[in-house]
């Protein structure tokens, strides 16, 4: 069991914490308390920690400001109507954030020490839960490289720090059909680079594309493959889905995509409902012709943040598909009531899926 030293803040200094019914958006507040640890090569993991939040003093020279090594994760705390505090499959996201780390040269995290990590700052920061549908507490795990230098080197020093804040809806417009827009002029990843990786420079290549998007008055940002602009990736930073005939079809993970927690969670309740899934490469023309010939009967992406966003239109070369009259489809709907109600505890949960906190 990981021994966490726990010094808590100045009661004069706690946060004040957001009215109940108040608009809390998504990452806009964060909470009293922070875990840190610290890694030095040699010596390994150490002084796990609960403080106060605070910023860091970084030098200018200190190896993530220049080279990037940084990785982390996303995940949420949910209030039961019964007062328990939940998690959903955290020990994926913990996995998945060794995955990244290993591509980025980085020291993996035991994934017990990051769970109990995860517990006791939940615990410590219970108030924070908000209880109103739809709400939750959202987790950010990060691991930095802070050895100062500036020749291209793996680092010999990291910090692994785990943040909190109560959040809302991701999307302003809540749990409706988004509007997405392809894109030809940039790709985000390429078959041997970062692409699998939860990393700070492959959300740092979708700035440009995302930015222009939304300029033009779209949700998103459908990204295609880097080599031939044909096959379908990523929608923004979640993965898609789309339902063609009776076949809900998703890229496969060919190392350009994240292996998403709740696009695992779709894949499984979508086959045990008794759809076709079928995770394998996906032209864009596929999907035109199917919007043509009237087959396309859903789209969809799926993320920890938004859980399931319908997909109501699709801008390619100027013109726009609407997608299922611009309607949320009836699949995307149970997958969201499905997903969300397992995570609030008020659908059983037959996968083992939830680990409670408190």
């Not at 069991?1 to 507040?29: N, W």
């Not at 890229?251 to 045990?272: F, W």
């Not at 043509?292 to 859980?307: H, K």
């Not at 397992?342 to 083992?352: E, L, M």
Request: net charge neutral.
């Amino acid at each position: 069991m990981l021994d966490i030293t726990v010094k808590k803040a100045s009661r004069t200094k706690l946060k004040r914490k957001p009215v109940p019914g108040s608009a809390l958006g998504f990452g806009k507040i964060l909470t009293d308390h922070m875990f840190v640890m610290d890694y030095d090569e040699g010596k390994g993991w150490h002084q796990p920690r609960i403080e106060a939040y605070h910023p860091f003093s970084l030098d200018p020279a200190t190896l993530v400001l220049h080279y990037g090594q940084e990785v982390f994760e996303g995940m949420k705390a949910y209030r039961w109507q019964n007062g328990e505090i939940c998690l959903f499959r955290p020990r994926m996201n913990y996995e998945r954030f060794n995955r990244s780390a290993r591509r980025l040269c980085m020291p993996e995290i035991n994934v017990d020490d990051a769970l109990e990590a995860t517990r006791q700052l939940v615990r410590i920061e219970k108030e924070w839960i908000p209880s109103e549908a739809g709400t939750s507490l959202y987790i950010r795990p990060n691991m930095i490289a802070t050895e100062v230098a500036l020749g291209v080197h793996v680092s010999t020093k990291y910090v692994f720090y785990i943040i909190v804040g109560p959040v809302g809806a991701y999307y302003p417009q809540g749990f409706n059909p988004t509007d997405i827009y392809v894109s030809e002029k940039y790709t985000r990843a390429a078959v041997g680079g970062l692409g699998e990786a939860k990393t700070l420079a492959n959300y740092a290549a979708s700035l440009l594309a995302q930015k222009e998007a939304h300029d033009l008055g779209y949700t998103q940002v459908l990204w295609l493959d880097a080599v031939e602009r044909t096959y379908i990736e990523e929608v923004g930073t979640s993965n898609i889905f789309f339902l063609i005939g009776d076949e809900l079809i998703t890229p496969s993970l060919t190392g350009t995509i994240l292996a998403g927690i709740t696009r695992d969670s779709v894949i499984h309740l979508a086959r045990d409902w008794g759809l076709k899934v079928s995770e394998r490469k996906i032209r864009l023309e596929e999907v035109l012709s199917a919007i043509e010939n009237g087959t396309l009967r859903e789209v969809f992406a799926s993320g920890t943040a938004a859980v399931i966003s319908p997909v109501g239109k699709l801008a390619y070369r100027g013109k726009t598909h609407v997608i299922n009259q611009g309607n949320v489809g009836s699949l995307a709907q149970k997958l969201y009531d499905s997903i969300m109600g397992i995570q609030y505890g008020n659908v059983k949960d037959p996968y083992g899926w939830i680990e409670k906190v408190i």
